[in-house]
């Protein structure tokens, strides 16, 4: 119940804790590596990365991330919730180019300072590979996404 609990923390407000300092994310880490320890019942001597990627949870970072493409997923594709859908546009440039086909967000003009979901949801999902972007399935995208983001955090 207990893990259950701080694992939700974790996730919570992603889009505020997408910039974050990288002293921030390794706290975040550590309490995550406690967590991997607790649910296997490692020894607190053993490689938590090893365990993680056993238990296929993505590092703390890739989490933040994971949370915010799905979120922009499903804004895109259902609109849901509303206040998010106006928030975010797909990239309709006014001629034919090549990049128009590729599922991406129009790009704001963000302050690095104040990253806001916009900023942040557009840039993580701007930086996707165009295949899975193109995904029209939750399930699917859902599938993908982790493979691509737990590929890119233990170098499977």
């Given at each position: 119940?207990?893990?259950?609990?701080?694992?939700?923390?974790?996730?919570?407000?992603?889009?505020?804790?997408?910039?974050?300092?990288?002293?921030?994310?390794?706290?975040?880490?550590?309490?995550?590596?406690?967590?991997?320890?607790?649910?296997?019942?490692?020894?607190?001597?053993s490689r938590s990365l090893n365990i993680?990627?056993?238990?296929?949870?993505?590092?703390?970072?890739?989490?933040?991330?994971?949370?915010?493409?799905?979120?922009?997923?499903?804004?895109?594709?259902?609109?849901?919730?509303?206040?998010?859908?106006?928030?975010?546009?797909?990239?309709?440039?006014?001629?034919?180019?090549?990049?128009?086909?590729?599922?991406?967000?129009?790009?704001?003009?963000?302050?690095?300072?104040?990253?806001?979901?916009?900023?942040?949801?557009?840039?993580?999902?701007?930086?996707?590979p165009a295949h899975v972007r193109s995904?029209?399935?939750?399930?699917?995208?859902?599938?993908?996404?982790?493979?691509?983001?737990?590929?890119?955090?233990?170098?499977?």
């Amino acid at each position: 119940m207990a893990v259950s609990i701080v694992g939700c923390r974790l996730d919570y407000s992603n889009s505020i804790l997408y910039d974050i300092s990288q002293a921030n994310i390794y706290k975040l880490q550590r309490v995550q590596t406690i967590l991997t320890r607790i649910v296997v019942g490692a020894p607190w001597t053993s490689r938590s990365l090893n365990i993680c990627r056993d238990l296929h949870w993505l590092p703390v970072g890739r989490r933040i991330t994971y949370k915010l493409r799905l979120t922009a997923w499903k804004t895109l594709h259902t609109s849901q919730p509303l206040y998010l859908s106006e928030l975010i546009s797909r990239y309709l440039p006014s001629r034919s180019l090549h990049s128009s086909n590729t599922n991406l967000l129009t790009r704001p003009a963000c302050i690095t300072s104040n990253f806001s979901f916009f900023c942040a949801c557009t840039s993580t999902w701007n930086s996707l590979p165009a295949h899975v972007r193109s995904i029209d399935a939750l399930s699917t995208f859902k599938r993908h996404l982790k493979f691509y983001l737990f590929q890119s955090a233990f170098s499977v």
